[in-house]
């Protein structure tokens, strides 16, 4: 009898009241699970695994009280029930869906020779074989979508009938699979660190089970379905391979390809040169060129690095490999390396590449406007405007109002309004300009000339302050009363000076507008207030933004 992990049991059951237990074996050792078996003479042909692996076992009981196990099948298979038809058993099986595998039990150990497959059936489910009887050329197989054993059925059960025919192997001769390599082929060659494919087609009676790849006498994989392949990586050296496929059939019979030997080439250091510039070509300091090079190598750049002298200046990881050099002004020459790195930290450097760096010109600046000797007066607004110029290009334009810097700017048009403040004779301008290799030259100076204020002329004073109460330079004023309006300009500390002439006493309403660093336009409007002249009045602007100013008026009085 068949007793899953105890194995098979040998009893007497003369008589039926009082059974006697006479032998056991195991089928498999702890592995052991016999789900059924059929007797023949002194044999037991039992199916083992069920739901495990296990396979046809052969037990011999010739002498009760030592049953012993005589053949066996491969352990590819999940038996729960065998039939017996001439040399033939036929299956049930856990593993096989909807279908019977055949086997060969006249040999030792049992040969596994065919399977007889339902499943190409258009109403054939997942079914688990429980049960299998084999009469006249036909094969009954029950199957259970849920159970495992033929006992105990859910009823979620089929039965599924076949018809075969047994073609016996000629002197019980095993037919093993064929093997044949079909990648790499004889000769090829591969440099190290890189993958080569591994690839194989195998056939067989019934089922190849197997293709292992074995790279010099070592199993580097083991591909369980068709297509058979592999990618194996090359590791570093240069011995030559030898690649060898092996199949298996479900049998346990085994074939061997033919082996093929592939060449092992090192792996070189890459290569790089600089395209530009070239040696001995002329750069100009301070203005931009860009140096590019190549690199190759044959897996893999992984990163280029540029040298001007022992400095690095750049370093690129992926192509196009360049970078922009900007001489400096206190050089003559340069010398120029570019190093590559492949993956595997082998480095090649190129050749260096020498070019000669021309000093620049400074940049040459004046004063447009005004003029050496204009006269202004005091509150005036003034234009000044500058014009520079540079063989590379200029950097920064600062203007300076009595050595005193009231704006810097980057680009054109260089020109900025100042307001003429009180107290001085003259006023003294120098415009400065940088070029883009820090080269500074200054214009000539000029002088203005601030004349006296006429008698019975009143200024109106005040000051714009931003948001945060800071003084804002450049903002346009605007006045306006009954003798017009009149407008202005805020100077470095946010201060203006109006002046206007008027015999009586009238309102003035003042306002305000300058945009932010932020690029905001702001506005904002004093209160109005009644100004005389040679009267002191202080007011407070506010409008749309928390812009206040204060303001005054005061009569202008002549010098001396």
Not at 55 to 75: Q, R, Y
Not at 523 to 536: F, K, M, N, Q, T
Request: hydrophobic content about 40%.
């Amino acid at each position: 009898m068949a007793a899953e992990s105890a194995g098979i049991h040998v009893v007497d059951v003369s008589d039926p009241a009082s059974p006697v237990l006479l032998g056991s074996t195991p089928t498999r050792g702890a592995s052991s699970n016999a789900a059924d078996l059929l007797v023949r003479g002194s044999r037991a042909y039992v199916a083992d695994g069920a739901f495990n692996l296990g396979g046809a076992k052969v037990i011999d009981f010739s002498d009760p009280s030592t049953p012993f196990v005589v053949g066996e099948s491969s352990n590819a298979f999940g038996l729960s029930s065998l039939d017996l038809d001439g040399a033939f058993a036929l299956g049930a099986d856990y593993f096989y869906v909807n279908a019977v595998p055949i086997f060969n039990v006249e040999v030792e150990p049992p040969l596994f020779n065919s399977v007889l497959d339902f499943r190409a059936l258009p109403d054939a489910r997942d079914d688990n074989g429980m049960g299998v009887v084999a009469r006249d050329g036909l094969v009954y197989l029950a199957g259970d979508r849920r159970n495992v054993y033929r006992f105990g059925a859910a009823g979620d059960s089929a039965l599924y009938i076949g018809r075969y025919v047994l073609l016996e192997e000629i002197n019980n001769v095993p037919r093993p699979p064929s093997v044949v390599l079909t990648s790499p082929v004889e000769g090829a060659s591969i440099r190290e660190r890189r993958t080569l494919s591994l690839r194989a087609d195998a056939t067989d009676d019934v089922r190849v089970d197997s293709v292992r790849f074995l790279v010099n006498g070592q199993v580097v994989a083991t591909d369980f379905d068709a297509p058979f392949g592999h990618d194996f990586l090359v590791s570093e050296g240069v011995s030559p391979l030898t690649i060898v496929a092996e199949a298996d059939d479900l049998a346990g019979n085994r074939a061997t390809s033919e082996p093929v030997v592939v060449t092992v080439l090192p792996d070189g250091a890459p290569v790089v040169r600089i395209l530009a510039p070239v040696s001995g070509a002329v750069l100009r300091a301070g203005r931009t060129r860009q140096v590019t090079a190549h690199a190759s190598d044959d897996v893999q750049v992984v990163r280029v690095d540029f040298f001007v002298g022992d400095v690095l200046a750049a370093s690129r990881t992926a192509p196009p490999y360049r970078f922009n050099l900007v001489p400096s002004i206190e050089v003559t020459s340069l010398s120029l390396t570019a190093v590559a790195r492949d993956d595997a930290g082998q480095t090649a450097t190129s050749e260096a590449v020498v070019v000669q760096v021309e000093p620049t010109e400074p940049p040459i600046v004046r004063i447009l406007e005004p003029h050496d000797g204009d006269r202004v007066s005091a509150g005036d607004s003034v234009r000044f405007v500058v014009g520079a110029t540079d063989d590379v290009a200029i950097s920064q334009v600062r203007y300076l109002v009595d050595g005193v810097a009231v704006e810097t700017h980057c680009c054109e048009p260089f020109e900025v309004t100042f307001q003429v403040g009180s107290g001085a004779t003259e006023v003294r301008l120098v415009a400065e300009a940088t070029d883009s290799s820090g080269q500074t030259r200054r214009s000539a100076e000029v002088v203005l000339t601030v004349i006296g204020e006429p008698t019975g002329e009143n200024v109106l004073e005040g000051r714009v302050l931003d948001d945060e109460g800071a003084p804002v330079a450049g903002a346009e004023v605007e006045c306006r009363a009954s003798f017009g309006v009149l407008f202005g300009l805020t100077g470095p500390a946010g201060t203006f000076r109006i002046p206007y002439q008027s015999a009586s006493a009238v309102p003035v309403l003042c306002l305000a507008r300058f945009t932010t660093s932020a690029g905001e336009l702001r506005r904002a409007i004093s209160w109005p207030r009644e100004v005389a002249p040679r009267a002191l009045r202080r007011w407070v602007i506010s409008g749309p933004s928390p812009l206040c100013c204060m303001a005054r008026t005061r009569p202008r009085l002549p010098r001396g």
